[in-house]
């Protein structure tokens, strides 16, 4: 039997290729498409090959994730979950009953996934607070978008943070509380990832994998290092990039472009954070927050380090991508990219910009002009957007209504890649794409197919490699996914319930559940 070939057979192919072509198997070998067709034109490549039934389910593209914290979605999955709190009580019974992990710190407590907005106080707990149980060991929460950690007495002195340095909170006696926003939470973050070794790294990132493979997840674009993380994640992915099952796109998150480029990388940047989250009230807004209204938010770059940073990226040839959710973000760096296609004009380097989630009328025009890629998260409107949730909380009744135009992006021209932002929101396309055809705005909800090329093809485009990736078409990889229902004519309301039966990586299959 060939041991690099495989036929899929008696299955519903959605190809997504440019003929929308029909197809019900395909012959693989070596790790490409190689042929398919319909009825029985397989029998010829049956002898000595294994064989798969498909049972009539509907084969598609394997999904790519373009924006996945690889190895801080596996930390957290070892650390203590902070998401079900609806008060500083719970999360003290949290901490109570959590377990420790080691560290060149001895036991460390670490928790993740905090949302202030949930808790009935309607604030962080504070350093004494936490001091209840455990005053004398590493404790530190973070939320779930990573905008804001809280740490107890003891690791607000191991810290050591600069005094006047922002983000440090303070009560009305001036006292530092142990809540950290800011530049305070970047210096916190990565002293405090700092000290997690390899071992736990490799533990996570093989559960994060396994979970993604399930998903139907065959690339994902893995956004280590840099201010919010630390750059061991970066570089552990590079040196074991090989062995993953699936592919790990890296973006290494620093602005220090001859570093990366040393490394063999041809990009640069992800959640580089030119402005904050919605949550977090760090967002750059055009006006202030409806919820507080003394501020509209950050932005943690100057214009002129921006546009240092992705210049001297693209001078060297390298794609590059930077956080950006407010409106005021997202015209610093339309303005920086149009300065670079200024200067730049023949340059084939993509530019993208993450999240991208609320951009002013004149910046989707001049972003679609220029062709960037808006990377988005549409599984944040599954969690927090829409009437009653964190969003309109925030933004508001009008503003909630302008978060993440998918529809109008697309009108207008623009590729838009799908992501999670995991471990943000969960490692699971079919929710993103739920999220999608179930917008609050029905006005900003697009088709199924625009919604799985999202995942798809234009996740492909996104790292240039839609010619061998985000189609099933001879030549391209054969990556492949399984699933239990047609998801271009699926209701919209039940998108999210289909299932993902099999998984298919460069013609080896990783997960079966046919």
């Not at 979605?73 to 008060?87: H, P, Q, V, W």
């Not at 750059?231 to 998150?253: G, M, R, S, W």
Request: proline fraction near 3%; glycine fraction near 8%.
């Amino acid at each position: 039997m060939g041991q690099n070939e495989l036929v899929l057979y008696n299955g519903q192919l959605i190809t997504l290729d440019s003929k929308g072509s029909n197809a019900n198997w395909i012959y693989i070998k070596d790790g490409y498409i190689k042929d398919f067709g319909i009825d029985d034109g397989y029998e010829k490549y049956k002898e000595n090959v294994k064989m798969m039934d498909l049972k009539n389910k509907y084969a598609i593209p394997g999904f790519i994730d373009s924006h996945v914290h690889l190895v801080q979605t596996g930390l957290n999955k070892l650390a203590n979950n902070f998401s079900a709190c609806r008060s500083i009580k719970d999360v003290v019974s949290v901490i109570k009953d959590g377990n420790m992990e080691k560290s060149s710190m001895g036991p460390v407590i670490r928790g993740v996934a905090l949302e202030e907005i949930k808790l009935e106080e309607k604030r962080m707990p504070t350093r004494w607070e936490l001091d209840v149980v455990h005053p004398k060991k590493i404790l530190w929460i973070s939320t779930v978008d990573y905008q804001i950690t809280v740490v107890n007495t003891h690791t607000y002195k191991f810290l050591n943070l600069p005094y006047n340095i922002e983000g440090i909170e303070r009560d009305e006696r001036g006292i530092p509380t142990g809540v950290l926003t800011g530049r305070a939470n970047f210096i916190a973050r990565k002293k405090l990832l700092g000290i997690i070794s390899d071992e736990e790294r490799k533990e996570g990132v093989e559960i994060a994998l396994k979970e993604a493979i399930k998903k139907g997840v065959t690339t994902i674009n893995a956004m280590e290092g840099g201010f919010l993380f630390h750059d061991k994640d970066a570089l552990y992915v590079h040196e074991n990039i090989k062995k993953f099952p699936i592919d790990v796109e890296l973006f290494f998150q620093t602005t220090h472009v001859e570093k990366v480029k040393e490394l063999g990388l041809n990009r640069i940047g992800g959640s580089i954070f030119l402005d904050g989250s919605f949550q977090a009230r760090t967002a750059a807004m055009e006006l202030p927050y409806e919820d507080l209204n003394s501020t509209r938010g950050d932005l943690y770059f100057t214009y002129d380090e921006l546009e240092a940073f992705i210049l001297a990226g693209i001078k060297m040839n390298m794609d590059t991508t930077i956080h950006a959710v407010g409106e005021r973000a997202i015209s610093r760096i339309i303005k920086v990219y149009e300065e670079a296609k200024s200067q730049f004009p023949d340059s084939k380097s993509i530019m993208r910009v993450q999240h991208f989630e609320i951009p002013r009328e004149e910046d989707m025009d001049k972003g679609s002009k220029l062709g960037i890629i808006a990377s988005m998260t549409p599984a944040f409107e599954y969690f927090w957007g829409g009437e009653g949730k964190t969003y309109d909380k925030r933004l508001g009744k009008e503003r909630i209504m302008k978060t993440n135009p998918f529809k109008t992006l697309i009108e207008k021209g623009f590729v838009i890649a799908g992501g999670s932002e995991s471990d943000l929101t969960p490692i699971d396309p079919l929710l993103g794409i739920h999220a999608i055809l179930n917008h609050h705005n029905k006005e900003e909800r697009i088709s199924n197919k625009d919604a799985l090329h999202m995942f798809t093809l234009n996740g492909a485009k996104a790292i240039g490699k839609d010619n061998i990736k985000g189609k099933l078409e001879k030549g391209y990889m054969a990556d492949i996914c399984i699933l239990d229902e047609n998801p271009l004519e699926c209701d919209r309301k039940k998108i999210k319930d289909i299932s993902v039966l099999a998984t298919i990586k460069s013609g080896k299959i990783l997960f079966n559940n046919i």
